[in-house]
């Protein structure tokens, strides 16, 4: 029998169909446009933007960036030009070209998110809105939405019933709660039609030369491969959980095979995060081995694997 040598690399996250499952991750790319120095954004899956917020932002104090063992460490908040400025000039960018645009949105309560959905539900080019909500919500003493489920649907909610329904919403969960699941059905339950995972895990670092934290912000997201375990856990909990639910990946990819193990994990298309700060040709090149891993195993479309790591039911 001859083996296959073109796989069919076409995905669906809900209503939305990609060409291949490779993205960008929210707040590694920017908008897309540094990337495109090194190859044509348009090839991937999708690009999915830095989270933005209704006002322009410069972001927390540095340092806001520090190495790891196997990871990164970053606390560069939520820096960005704002709503208005994102869909003057970032959107009109990624439409000239041919770029899926995946829309992150972040906010401090209920209200922002809702006005930030308002907002993009005027403008052409919006394949999916992904909700980060692994941002403080200011009338809860800070506490973040995605540590609550009831915090968290009230976004989703919000943010479902102002975006038109040719655009699925998606909640960006964090792994830093006791049970993802919860949080995962909270949302679904609120309107969200899909969800990503996992936002980066909260940690520190102290320099034992200064004894001071390295952060200015103290605490940051931890990042990159270290936290490549916890997203191929959470993402097979949820999905053993809620079969029929689209999932986009992501944490510690580096390579095709790193892919790979989401995907069999549950996802239906992954995210390439920070790995892209050392090697900005990473998505593409990411899309190139998985597209190989997958003709060597003589898998002829990549959505039959969805999962497959699970048990036959
Ligand atoms: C510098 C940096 C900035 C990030 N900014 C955002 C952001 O704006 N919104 C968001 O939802 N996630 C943000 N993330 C999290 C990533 O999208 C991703 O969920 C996480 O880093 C795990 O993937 P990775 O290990 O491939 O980077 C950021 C991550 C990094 C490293």
């Known amino acids: 029998m001859s083996r296959r040598t073109t796989t069919d690399l076409t995905t669906r996250l809900a209503g939305?169909?990609?060409?291949?499952?490779?993205?960008?991750?929210?707040g590694c790319a920017a908008a897309g446009r540094e990337l495109h120095q090194f190859f044509d954004v348009a090839r991937l899956g999708a690009v999915v933007t830095k989270s933005i917020m209704l006002e322009p932002r410069s972001g927390r104090p540095t340092p806001r960036m520090a190495e790891?063992?196997?990871g990164m460490l970053n606390s560069i908040g939520l820096q960005g030009p704002g709503i208005e400025a994102f869909c003057a000039q970032d959107l009109p960018w990624l439409r000239e070209h041919g770029a899926r645009a995946v829309v992150s949105i972040a906010g401090g309560s209920v209200e922002e998110y809702r006005k930030l959905a308002e907002r993009?539900?005027?403008?052409s080019g919006v394949a999916l809105l992904e909700v980060n909500i692994s941002c403080p919500n200011v009338a809860s003493r800070g506490q973040v939405f995605a540590c609550d489920p009831y915090a968290?649907?009230?976004?989703l909610r919000a943010v479902r019933e102002a975006t038109p329904a040719s655009v699925p919403v998606f909640a960006k969960l964090s792994p830093d709660v006791t049970d993802i699941v919860a949080v995962a059905r909270s949302?679904?339950?609120a309107g969200a039609d899909g969800l990503s995972m996992i936002n980066t895990l909260l940690g520190m670092a102290i320099d034992t030369t200064t004894m001071r934290p390295v952060l200015a912000g103290i605490t940051g997201g931890l990042s990159g491969p270290a936290i490549r375990p916890v997203a191929v856990r959470c993402i097979y909990q949820v999905h053993a959980a809620l079969p029929e639910v689209p999932i986009l990946g992501m944490g510690g990819v580096r390579t095709g095979l790193d892919a790979l193990e989401l995907i069999l994990a549950g996802a239906s298309a992954v995210s390439v995060g920070t790995v892209t700060f050392?090697?900005?040709s990473a998505p593409v090149r990411?899309?190139?081995?998985l597209e190989q891993a997958l003709a060597?195993?003589?898998?002829a479309r990549v959505a039959d694997v969805v999962g497959r790591a699970h048990p036959p039911r």
């Open 68 to 70: 790891t063992p196997s």
């Open 152 to 155: 968290a649907a009230s976004v």
């Open 120 to 123: 993009l539900a005027g403008e």
């Open 16 to 26: 939305l169909e990609l060409p291949n499952p490779i993205l960008t991750a929210s």
């Open 187 to 189: 949302c679904l339950d």
């Open 296 to 299: 060597e195993r003589g898998i």
């Open 286 to 289: 990411v899309l190139a081995e």
């Open 278 to 280: 050392h090697d900005p």
